[in-house]
């Protein structure tokens, strides 16, 4: 029995806007998995998760539960699984990014085209439930302005909050209070200070709850050690704690793609250790997960609603939500904490340099300082007298408050959600204003381009292509022919590129590829061509051997 579970079950069909405070592992993204006779009564609903991994695990998940009734929607596809381009399917599962440009009427699957649909795609988009999973986990994947980026998400889910059309729901274990704007449901004992009527909060907590039972002795089971780490000396210390764990199954979490590749090389001559990081093909990322070894060095991306489960963390210092995350791998299920005993080591050096693009640099401060402080954490459940994760969340508020305002002193993203929402503009009108003011993505820090890795799908932000093609001259781009199924390519110059306008360089690309082939639109606008994307340069190829597997990645 989880009683935040089931009290989510008897308020849902009654609030139009609710947040769920749950801890990670508690079972809050697979709720409708077991809850379908409510999700029948609810009616049409988009679920919409961080990261694309997420997705396609998740509509594994639920296609077995719901069958025909689901459908998923992203830039990456699933084999045999059935995507639907207007999110039309009654339960959908898409990412942040593909959710939001539907809701503003810009299709996903249509965006290079001369005409959109987008009456169909902000239709069903406003007329859905929408469920938002730990929506500012989207940020912070391959960024240059990780506090602008952070800025923006904010600004864009209140908008989607204050135009939503039926139920707004977020599913969170690390939201910030600030960012909290409905009614909320909180697994929390009464008296904790996190809790806060006059926000609208509602505690649930009963200590007969199987999580709550379990993991009420978290802090016996898990220690938290603060490791200060002499500079060029980060490599030697993850060989120790490694050298003390020696079978055990260790999770090794560092801020940037650089570290993880240099880390993993290092430990590779002395431990069967692999590395993933956001750079990894789609396909690769699932072979590895499939093969999970007992050694892994990853970025954030293992951070959110992947189910796997650790012993022992090695991570860099990081913001407190993101740190909670993390430590949501360690002896992740029932049966993990009451089986063995865990650690988590958070290394600290030059924490200026360790989150710098990546995470704010004030919030991570003050993570340290209030990690400093406590003697131990449980990071997995809110406590009556010690600290928790729901305490670390409260102590960094002060912090977001400073993001909050940034946000609200940036007028371009809420001017442009509004001429989006009242005023009719061309496709080509609105691939230019994206264009201009936020280097094609009013959510990130930059459009992610689509790249081509043996064959294999992966994404790379903006700035890092402009590197890859700068350096190689020239790139390959790949497309299907429709009609015949063929995949041809056409070559693409450093000079075909225009500098800060990444949306415009793709529909350049393809009117000439258009042109080339004497392809014309119908009159819906379909092209009869299929981008797949930039096929990588092999001197820009890593690869990794997991078994008899290969895995595939761009270089960092």
Same mark, same amino acid.
């Given at each position: 029995?989880?009683v935040?579970l089931?009290r989510?079950?008897?308020?849902?069909?009654?609030?139009?806007?609710?947040?769920?405070i749950?801890?990670?592992?508690?079972g809050?993204?697979? &709720?409708?998995?077991?809850n #379908?006779?409510l999700?029948?009564n609810?009616?049409?609903?988009? !679920?919409?998760l961080?990261l694309?991994?997420i997705?396609?695990?998740?509509y594994?998940d639920?296609?077995g539960?719901?069958?025909?009734d689901v459908?998923?929607?992203m830039?990456?596809?699933i084999?045999?699984?059935d995507?639907?381009?207007?999110?039309?399917?009654?339960?959908?599962?898409?990412?942040i990014?593909?959710f939001?440009?539907?809701?503003?009427?810009?299709?996903? +699957?249509?965006?290079f085209?001369?005409?959109? !649909?987008?009456?169909l795609?902000?239709?069903?988009?406003r007329?859905?439930?929408?469920i938002?999973?730990?929506?500012?986990?989207?940020?912070a994947v391959?960024?240059?302005?990780?506090?602008?980026?952070?800025?923006k998400?904010i600004s864009?889910? @209140?908008?989607i909050?204050?135009?939503s059309?039926?139920?707004?729901?977020?599913f969170t274990a690390?939201?910030?209070?600030?960012?909290?704007?409905?009614?909320s449901?909180?697994?929390?004992?009464? %008296? +904790?200070? &996190?809790?806060?009527?006059?926000?609208?909060?509602?505690?649930v907590?009963?200590?007969?709850?199987?999580? /709550?039972?379990?993991?009420?002795d978290?802090?016996n089971?898990?220690k938290?050690f603060?490791?200060?780490v002499?500079? %060029?000396?980060?490599?030697?210390?993850?060989?120790?704690i490694?050298r003390?764990?020696k079978?055990?199954?260790i999770l *090794? *979490?560092?801020?940037h793609?650089?570290d993880?590749?240099k880390v993993?090389?290092e430990l590779?001559?002395?431990t069967?250790?692999y590395?993933?990081?956001?750079l990894f093909t789609?396909?690769?990322k699932? =072979?590895?997960?499939?093969?999970?070894?007992?050694?892994?060095?990853?970025?954030?991306v293992i951070?959110?609603?992947?189910?796997?489960?650790?012993?022992?963390?090695?991570t860099?210092?990081?913001?407190?939500f993101s740190?909670i995350? =993390?430590?949501? =791998?360690?002896?992740?299920?029932?049966?993990? /904490?009451?089986s063995?005993?865990?650690?988590? +080591?958070?290394?600290v050096?030059?924490?200026?340099?360790?989150?710098?693009?990546?995470?704010?640099?004030?919030?991570?401060?003050?993570t340290?300082e209030?990690l @400093?402080?406590?003697s131990?954490?449980?990071w997995?459940?809110?406590? #009556?007298e010690?600290?928790d994760y729901?305490?670390?969340?409260m102590?960094?508020?002060? @912090?977001?408050e400073?993001?909050?305002k940034?946000?609200?002193?940036?007028?371009n993203v809420?001017n442009?959600?509004?001429l989006?929402?009242?005023?009719?503009l061309?496709?080509?009108k609105i691939?230019g204003?994206?264009? @201009?003011?936020? !280097? %094609?993505s009013f959510?990130?820090?930059s459009?992610?381009?689509?790249?081509?890795?043996r064959?294999?799908?992966?994404?790379?932000?903006?700035e890092?292509?402009?590197?890859i093609?700068k350096?190689?001259?020239?790139?390959?781009?790949?497309?299907?022919?429709?009609?015949?199924?063929t995949e041809r390519t056409?070559?693409?110059?450093?000079?075909d590129i225009?500098d800060?306008?990444?949306?415009?360089?793709?529909?350049? /690309?393809?009117?000439?590829i258009?042109?080339?082939?004497?392809?014309?639109e119908d009159?819906?606008g &379909?092209i009869?061509i299929?981008?797949?994307?930039? /096929?990588?340069?092999?001197?820009?190829?890593?690869?990794?051997n997991?078994?008899?597997?290969k895995?595939?990645?761009?270089?960092?």
């Open positions: 029995m989880r935040g089931e989510l079950k008897e308020i849902l069909p009654k609030e139009e806007n609710l947040t769920a749950l801890p990670t592992g508690y809050k993204t697979r &709720f409708f998995k077991q #379908k006779d999700l029948k609810l009616g049409k609903t988009i !679920h919409a961080p694309q991994a997705v396609s695990d998740f594994q639920m296609k539960v719901l069958g025909d459908g998923y929607q830039a990456l596809s084999p045999d699984a995507k639907r381009p207007y999110l039309s399917r009654k339960y959908m599962i898409t990412t990014d593909s939001l440009l539907d809701f503003y009427g810009i299709p996903v +699957h249509e965006i085209r001369s005409k959109w !649909h987008s009456d795609a902000l239709l069903f988009a007329t859905s439930n929408i938002l999973d730990e929506y500012h986990l989207v940020t391959d960024v240059d302005d990780a506090d602008r980026e952070f800025a998400v864009v889910v @209140e908008d909050r204050k135009s059309l039926k139920k707004f729901i977020i690390t939201l910030p209070r600030q960012l909290i704007k409905t009614k449901l909180v697994l929390a004992p009464d %008296g +904790h200070p &996190f809790l806060d009527s006059s926000r609208g909060m509602e505690a907590w009963d200590p007969n709850d199987d999580f /709550i039972s379990v993991f009420s978290y802090t089971r898990v938290t603060i490791d200060k002499e500079k %060029g000396k980060k490599i030697k210390k993850i060989k120790d490694l003390d764990n079978g055990r199954k *090794i *979490i560092l801020n793609i650089r993880v590749e993993a090389t590779k001559a002395e069967n250790c590395f993933v990081h956001g789609y396909e690769s699932q =072979r590895l997960v499939n093969k999970l070894p007992n050694c892994l060095v990853a970025t954030q951070e959110a609603g992947v189910n796997l489960s650790f012993d022992i963390l090695i860099d210092i990081a913001p407190a740190l995350q =993390r430590a949501g =791998r360690i002896l992740r299920g029932v049966n993990d /904490i009451t063995k005993n865990g650690e988590i +080591h958070i290394l050096d030059n924490v200026e340099e360790q989150v710098k693009g990546v995470y704010d640099l004030g919030i991570t401060k003050k340290l209030l @400093e402080k406590a131990n954490i449980n997995r459940l809110p406590e #009556k010690r600290m729901l305490r670390l969340i102590g960094i508020e002060q @912090e977001i400073s993001v909050i940034h946000s609200e002193s940036d007028p809420k442009f959600l509004t989006l929402s009242n005023i009719i061309s496709p080509q691939i204003n994206l264009d @201009e003011l936020f !280097h %094609g959510i990130r820090s459009s992610l381009i689509p790249m081509v890795v064959g294999e799908t992966a994404s790379v932000s903006w890092r292509f402009l590197k093609i350096e190689a001259k020239e790139l390959q781009f790949s497309y299907l022919l429709l009609d015949t199924n056409v070559k693409v110059t450093a000079e225009i800060k306008r990444p949306l415009t360089t793709m529909l350049r /690309i393809l009117r000439r258009r042109r080339e082939e004497k392809v014309d009159s819906s &379909f009869k299929a981008p797949k994307g930039f /096929i990588c340069p092999d001197s820009f190829i890593g690869e990794e997991i078994g008899e597997d895995l595939y990645y761009i270089k960092g």
